[in-house]
């Protein structure tokens, strides 16, 4: 890192909240740059990435907009939508209840293809450098921040920003900074709290997820909804989301199975494994013949134990940000978290990019990075936690398996109208007056 810069800043984390952060940097040529990834080589885990067309507007203003479109073959729409299908599904005679319609569409990229594009739209000046995982860091009132790795390396930053993700280790020493301020001036409550928000905890739930050869459903079901229709199957304690990827050739498939009773607890087992559909068949087992078609063609899923973070009472500490899910990994039930992580990256990028920011400056501007982005992105993670009741009929004293007729289907509107107001934010709201506010901070 070169000391002639206005500012030197290190992002941990070389994901999709990371490396969008870097890009958005690169506008700033007095800015150096190095992400620090603690994998051997970039590379996403998980198969897909939605974005509503909120968080397109800011792929849009760093230009990446082409480059990624070139990676599928969906393309923007304004206006209406139709998007999911829903159905009650946990019975013996399925029941269509509900369409969604989104103004604009939501764009679903393979996280590998994303991360790819990022990587290429990095300059020559940003540096990367893998298998290098923080252990911790050290701040003092002054002078740069000393960052210590896994392997025994060090180096120095004047900010450092925490992109990596849901067992984030910067956020481990932030949160020990603060626990320690707390106790010093003997805030028993806070410290107990900051201490509870340091490990991800479960949220109740968990997904499999498996990919469904075209072929293989036709030759089970040939007129499958799903060939045509994107579809959530809901029902008690739990939903299905089934829709095509790869030109058709393949359904993208998710089952949902929710203990919401259990929700913050201490998952015992590991958080991702293989699995055999045994471990969720028997909680789909009495739902309509559609689901168990789906349900017959998966192979080998995959376990993901939906782990989030408690919400934070600041994303920062002096000149220490968190972003993306080491700040707030959510559940994915309004398909989320990438956007949020991207418009954090795009407000920090801002923020640190602006004239009116220097090394003496910093904390101040992560102040406003704190006061514009935490109240939304906690925000979207309490409606995509309220989404994931709704669609697993978690709705207090309601019963639907004791309803039928009219009152049942008027009893499924509601909820449909509910859980799209809870919703539209992510396709009625633009983040343009959220980046105006932090600049009127800034400057006034």
């Known amino acids: ?9 290190a992002i941990c984390g070389g994901g999709i909240g990371g490396l969008t952060t870097a890009v958005a940097l690169s506008r700033y040529p007095d800015i150096d740059v190095d992400v620090y990834e603690g994998a051997e080589k970039f590379g996403e885990v998980g198969a897909g990435i939605g974005l509503f067309p909120r968080p397109w507007g800011i792929i849009k203003k760093l230009g990446l907009e082409q480059d990624l479109l070139k990676t599928t073959d969906m393309r923007p729409q304004e ?6 299908r829903y159905r009650i599904s946990d019975r013996r005679e399925g029941l269509d209840f509900y369409t969604l319609v989104t103004n604009g569409n939501l764009l679903v990229f393979h996280r590998a293809d994303f991360q790819k594009v990022l990587l290429r739209r990095l300059p020559k000046s940003c540096k ?8 911790s860091y050290t701040q003092r009132r002054s002078g740069p921040i000393e960052l210590l790795f896994e392997d025994g390396s060090t180096t120095t930053c004047d900010v450092l920003i925490g992109a990596d993700g849901l067992k984030s280790a910067v956020r481990r020493s932030l949160l020990g900074e603060k626990a320690q301020a707390a106790q010093s001036e003997r805030r028993v409550a806070e410290v107990a709290a900051i201490n509870a928000a340091v ?6 739930t968990n997904a499999y997820r498996a990919l469904i050869p075209a072929e293989r459903l036709r030759a089970r ?13 809901l029902g008690k304690n739990g939903y299905i989301v089934a829709y095509p990827i790869s030109h058709g050739k393949m359904i993208n498939f998710v089952a949902f199975s929710s203990q919401h009773n259990l929700e913050n607890t201490t998952f015992g087992g590991p958080w991702v494994s293989p699995t055999n559909k045994s471990e969720f068949e028997s909680i789909f087992n009495h739902w309509e013949p559609e689901v168990q078609a789906l349900i017959d063609c998966v192979e080998t899923p995959l376990r993901w134990a939906v782990h989030t973070v408690r919400p934070l009472g600041s994303f920062v500490s002096s000149r220490v940000a968190l972003l993306g899910d080491a700040a707030h990994a959510m559940t994915p039930h309004q398909g989320s978290g990438a956007g949020q992580a991207i418009e954090d990256a795009y407000v920090l990028a801002t923020v640190l990019g602006h004239t009116t920011t220097t090394r003496e400056s910093l904390g101040r501007a992560l102040k406003i990075y704190d006061k514009i982005r935490r109240p939304m992105a906690l925000e979207v993670v309490e409606r995509s936690r309220l989404n994931g009741q709704y669609f697993s009929l978690y709705t207090g ?15 499924l509107q509601a909820l449909g109208d509910t859980f ?16 105006r506010e932090a600049l009127r901070m800034l400057e006034s």
């Open 1 to 9: 890192m070169g000391y002639n810069a206005r500012l030197r800043v």
């Open 397 to 411: 004293s309601q019963d639907f398996s004791q309803l039928a007729g009219r009152v049942l289907a008027n009893e």
């Open 221 to 233: 079901a040939p007129n499958h909804r799903v060939f045509t229709q994107p579809s959530q199957y």
């Open 128 to 135: 990367t450098h893998c298998s290098k995982r923080l252990r």
């Open 420 to 435: 799209t107001r809870n919703w539209e934010w992510a396709w009625t709201t633009s983040p343009e007056a959220m980046i």
């Open 79 to 84: 206006g209406p939508v139709t998007s999911f």
């Open 199 to 204: 490990d991800p905890v479960w949220s109740g």
